[in-house]
Structure formats: C-alpha cells, structure tokens
C-alpha cells in the first residue's frame, strides 16, 4: 500500500457522508387548471420542481405559492398525463444564464432555450435571474431625440433615446404594423423583441417582414406565443427586459419592443386568480397593478455612463376603451401614449395615430424650441378642423369668418398627406420636423 493510499480512503470516507441515500419526493395531490398542488416537497417560492407524469416524463414546474403544507406549483407547459400521487421532485438548483454578443440574431423562449435549430448560446456573463432595478438619482436623463422613421411620431411626438412610450389601440388597428415600422427605422445599436401572448403565425412574420435579415443580425427576440402557459408569458416578459438591460450597461443604445404589455397583465391574472386572490377591476387582481410598474421601471436609461434603453409596448385597449384598466395604468406609468384610432383606420388613414389623444412627456427635453411650437401648431390647427370637418359638405363652414379656421381648412389636405405614410416608406427625423415646418410656410 503506498503512502497515500490511507489519505485516499479517509476522504473516500468522508464523503459518504454527503451522499444521498434516499432521493427526497413529494406527491401531487390536486390539479385545477394549469395550479398543481403537491405535499411533501418542500421548496421556497421562484425555485423549480420536477412533476414525474405517468409515463414518466417530468414536467418543470415554479413554485408560486404556498398554503400551511401544500406547496403551489404553476407548470412551463401544458400539464399532460398527470395523475393523483405522481412524485414531485426538487429540481436542482437553476443554472444561471449566459449571455454575449453571440445572442444577437438568435430567437429564444421565455427560459432563454433557442428556439431557431441553430445551436446551443454562447456568452460569459451570467444574466441576473430578476428584474434590474437602478438608483432613480443616478438614472441618466433623457436629453437626445431618438428617429424611429415614422412622420408623425418624429415630427409631432418626439421621443426621446430611454424614453418608454406605449401604443394604445383596440384589436386590428394597426398596432402590430406600426411596431414593425418603428423595428425597422429606428436607429439603434441593439432590438430587443419580445412577443408575449400574440398569435403564433406572428411570430414568423415579425421576423421576416418586419426585422429582415439585416435587422435580426443585431436583434434578439424573445417568444411565448398565446398557446405558451401564464408563467412562461411572464418569463419571457421579463426576460426580454433583462437582456436589453444586459446590452444597454454595455454602452449600447437598445429599442426594446414588448408586444404587448396586456398580455402579460393578462398572464398575471391567470396565475393569482387560479392562486385565489380576489379580482379587483374588471377581473384583474391587485398584484397586476404592483407588477406592472416593476417590470417598466426596469427599463429606460441606466448610469450616466451607459448606454441608452428606449422602450415601446403595445397596449390592448379593450373594445376600444382607453379607460381599461390597464391601459389607465399603463398610462399612468409610461412617459408617453400614442394612441391608434378606429376611425383613422376605417379611413384607410396609415397609421392611424390620434396626435390629438398622444402626448410625448419627454418632447419638451428633446426638442428645439421653433420644433416646439411648429408641432403646437399644427396641433392647433388639426383639431380645428376636426371640430368642423363634418359642417363642410352641410353649408355650415363660411369662409372669412374665423381666420384661425381658415387657415386649418386650407392646410387640412396637406396636414393630412404629412401623417400619411406607408409602411416601406422611411422618413428620418431631421426630414420629418422640415416637412412640417414647410406646411406652415
């Protein structure tokens, strides 16, 4: 025996002692809906769990809550072939995820698993598992313009490079378009895409028509289709937020495109009311309202010396209803709203944006003053004829009797030919505050 061999055997020795003689099992003893609820495996909330299936095949599972004894589990997918006493096991514990260049171009799902068949993702730095918070005194301001190539927006709605701005329409009003516009105009270093509880057939078509191959190259998108569960629309939610996060403190300049901010209330919902938190408004219980503003704090501009984070979100205003709740709260937490109009759209009016109804909060830090008042007065000059537009072809307009009105009547046309703009047309800001200033010459 050499000399070694006794060393060798002690450490053998003691490390029987972490060995695990028994694997520890819960059991599952109610399904309701898309909550399972299991006995016996004892796991604190956010961490994950194995649900053995009757085949068994295990389905991961997030603990969300718990009541005395019984520990709530809401699962990735959908819970297939499960039966009373299936084991529950306690995964090991969540590998963190790692990021770098080598994400841009890439299309994955709400657990950061690639969804496009090219291969396993690189990266060296680890991605926080939560939402990134920043100190509010060390915020950087919003001080530049950003050009998303859209008229309207540019000229009359400036927005601001970490700015968040939401797009507040009902259902096919053009929001996804407009979206896809901004995706492919806007100059920036880094897109971040996430699509949340929209239709799967979308998915594809964002990628191809409004990304492009070009755009994708410096895009990440971040997908979890309507048919996905509650708790992987939340996942990817946040998820999105946590890489353009990652690349803004890089010193990049990010747009971080969210479609849309409903559906992940929407996903909240499902998840505290099957927990059986009392609704609130309209369904919606209290706990949405608490997230909403964490995960758009989350976004914005960082340190003064990082790069910028420029965010958009959709907003689903139910049966047109800009009192919804979460279009209210959405407004009330978003440094700006463009607002689509029904009636635009009927008009054959693309995009159909309401510049009276929208408001850019931060247009004054970014704007020069003669862009100011040019906007103002166009605006000025767009609900004047507005309030009249309907009397024309009845005789009540007189001309000579209001100069103000007048003057809108006979700027109507053109005003309108300016928020016009089709959707392969581009249209850079400096172009776009010109083609106003003209108008009113």
């Keep these: 025996m050499t000399a070694s061999a006794p060393f060798k055997l002690d450490a053998a020795l003691r490390s029987l002692e972490n060995v695990q003689l028994a694997k520890v099992s819960g059991r599952l003893v109610r399904l309701s809906g898309l909550l399972l609820e299991s006995l016996g495996c004892q796991r604190t909330t956010g961490q994950r769990c194995y649900v053995e299936a009757a085949d068994g095949t295990l389905l991961e599972a997030q603990v969300v809550g718990f009541n005395r004894d019984i520990t709530y589990l809401m699962p990735f997918k ?19 995820l790692r990021i770098g260049p080598s994400w841009l171009g890439r299309v994955v799902n709400g657990l950061g698993e690639p ?42 709605l400036t927005i601001g490079k970490g700015q968040r701005v939401g797009l507040f329409a009902g259902s096919g009003v053009g929001k996804s378009v407009l979206l896809g516009m901004i995706t492919r105009y806007t100059k920036a270093d880094v897109v971040v895409v996430g ?11 964002f990628i191809y028509y409004s990304l492009g191959p070009e755009g994708l190259k410096k895009a990440v998108v ?10 992987m629309r939340l996942k990817a939610a946040e998820l999105c937020h946590s890489i353009a996060a990652y690349y803004r403190d890089q010193g990049k300049h990010v747009l971080l495109l969210m479609d849309s901010l409903t559906r992940y209330a929407m996903a909240q919902r499902e ?19 608490g997230l909403l503003p964490e995960l758009v704090e989350s976004a914005g501009n960082g340190e003064s010396d ?31 709203h463009i607002v689509l109009s029904r009636r635009l759209a009927e008009q054959g009016h693309y995009p159909a944006i309401d510049i009276g109804a929208s408001v850019s909060r931060c247009m004054n830090q970014v704007s020069r003053p003669e862009h100011l008042r040019a906007a ?10 507005e309030k009249i537009k309907e009397l024309i072809p009845l005789g009540g ?22 928020l016009r703009q089709d959707v392969d047309e581009g249209a850079e800001l400096g172009e776009s505050i010109a083609a106003m200033q003209r108008i009113l010459e």
């Design 78 to 96: 959908k819970p297939v072939g499960l039966a009373p006493g299936c084991r529950v096991f306690p995964a090991p514990d969540q590998v963190k």
């Design 115 to 156: 969804l496009d068949d090219l291969g396993p993702l690189g990266g060296s730095d680890p991605l926080p598992a939560q939402l990134p918070t920043i100190n509010p005194l060390k915020r950087k301001p919003v001080t530049e313009p950003l050009d998303v190539g859209v008229r309207a927006i540019n000229a009359l």
């Design 195 to 205: 699509l949340i509880g929209e239709r799967g057939r979308e998915v594809q078509e």
């Design 222 to 231: 971040v997908v979890a289709p309507a048919n996905e569960s509650p708790l």
């Design 271 to 289: 998840i505290a009311l099957a927990l059986g938190e009392p609704p609130a408004t309209k369904g919606y219980p209290p706990s949405v309202f």
């Design 306 to 336: 990082q790069g910028s984070l420029s965010a958009l979100y959709t907003v689903l205003a139910e049966g047109d209803d800009q009192q919804d709740p979460i279009a209210d709260a959405a407004r009330a937490i978003l440094d700006g």
């Design 376 to 385: 103002r007065r166009i605006k000025e000059l767009y609900s004047s004829y």
């Design 397 to 418: 307009y007189t001309p000579g009797a209001d100069e103000k009105t007048d003057q809108a009547v006979r700027l109507a046309s053109a005003i309108e030919r300016f």
